[in-house]
C-alpha cells in the first residue's frame, strides 16, 4: 500500500487472450485478485482482455448492451469482490450499425459499479505485404475523450482514459487537460510495438508532465496474431517505473503527487503552452 495519502498503488495487467470468453475471464479474476492481495488500489486490463478471436467478426458476436450483459456484470463483481478499482480494458458493446460494436473502457468502483466510459475514438489500420489489419471493419469509432476522477482520504486523482491506437494522437491528451494518470490499455501489434511503443509511451508522459500506465496484450494468439507487450509504468520525467516484457502477468507501481508537482515545478512547460 502507498507510504502516505499522497501516494496511489496501480497495477496493470498483461495477458495473452484466447478466443474462449469464459477462460479469459477466469484468467483476469486471477491476476485481479493477485494485484489486489498486493495492495493495488486501481487494476487495469488491456484490449481485447475478455477476447481475443480467430476472426476479427468474433467480437461482433458477443457484443453488450451498455449496462447489460454476463463480460460487465463479471468485471464489476470482480471490483467488488477485490474492492479495488478496476479498468475494464476493452468490452464490444453494441454500435449503431449491426455489423460493428464500440471498443470500450469501463471503470467500476470497489461497489462495482460503473463510474467512467470511454469509446475508443481512433481506429487502427495497417497493412504491409503479408500483414494487414483493418479495425474500421468490425469497430465504430468513438467520439468522446474519457476521464474519471477517484478521491482517496481527501485527495482527488485525475486519470484520462485512451486506448491503443490513441496513443499516437497526441492532441487526445491535451484535449484532456492535466492529469495525473493517462491509462491506456493496448493489443500494440509486434511490428509496430518493437518500434514506436516505448517511444510513444514515454513522450506522452513527458509532454504532458504525468504518468501513464499501460496494459497490454503480451505474446502470441491463438488466432496467429503477436502482440508486442511490455506493460510499464512511466513517471512524469519519462523515466520508467516498472515493465513486463511477454506474457501474462501485473506489474506494480505508486503513483506520487510529491513527484508530479516536483517535475512541473522544475519545468513548468504546461505553463508555457501558447496554442
Not at 71 to 97: D, F, H, T
Not at 168 to 196: M, N, S, W
Not at 201 to 206: F, G, N, P, S, V
Amino acid at each position: 500500500m502507498p507510504s502516505n495519502n499522497s501516494e496511489f498503488n496501480m497495477a496493470s495487467i498483461q495477458m495473452v487472450s484466447t478466443p474462449n470468453l469464459n477462460e479469459n475471464l477466469e484468467t483476469a479474476a486471477r491476476l485481479i485478485k493477485a494485484a489486489a492481495n498486493c495492495g493495488a488500489q486501481i487494476a487495469v486490463l488491456p484490449e481485447y482482455f475478455c477476447l481475443m478471436g480467430l476472426k476479427d467478426t468474433d467480437k461482433v458476436n458477443v457484443r453488450e448492451a451498455p449496462g447489460s450483459g454476463p463480460i460487465q456484470e463479471r468485471i464489476a463483481a470482480m471490483a467488488e469482490e477485490n474492492c479495488i478499482y478496476l479498468v475494464a480494458g476493452s468490452i464490444p458493446l453494441e454500435a449503431k450499425e449491426s455489423n460493428k460494436v464500440l471498443n470500450t473502457s469501463l471503470v467500476f468502483d470497489p461497489l462495482g459499479q460503473q463510474i467512467a466510459r470511454y469509446d475508443k475514438m481512433h481506429l487502427f489500420g495497417f497493412q504491409t505485404e503479408t500483414e494487414r489489419y483493418e479495425e474500421s471493419e468490425t469497430i465504430a469509432a468513438g467520439s468522446q475523450p474519457g476521464q474519471f476522477t477517484i478521491n482517496t482520504n481527501g485527495i482527488d486523482w485525475a486519470f484520462g482514459l485512451s486506448i491503443c491506437y490513441d496513443l499516437r494522437f497526441p492532441e487526445l491528451y491535451r484535449a484532456l487537460g492535466q492529469v495525473d494518470c493517462h491509462i491506456i490499455p493496448a493489443a500494440f501489434t509486434y511490428t509496430t510495438g518493437k518500434d514506436h511503443w516505448e517511444i510513444l509511451l514515454r513522450a506522452r508522459a513527458i509532454e504532458n508532465q504525468c504518468y501513464v500506465l499501460a496494459s497490454a496484450q503480451g505474446g502470441l494468439h491463438l488466432n496467429q496474431r503477436r502482440t508486442w507487450g511490455q506493460s510499464m509504468l512511466i513517471d512524469p520525467w519519462g523515466e520508467i517505473l516498472s515493465n513486463l516484457s511477454e506474457g501474462e502477468g501485473f506489474i506494480q507501481g505508486t503513483l506520487s503527487k510529491d513527484k508530479l508537482k516536483e517535475v512541473r515545478s522544475k519545468l513548468p512547460a504546461l505553463k508555457h503552452r501558447r496554442l
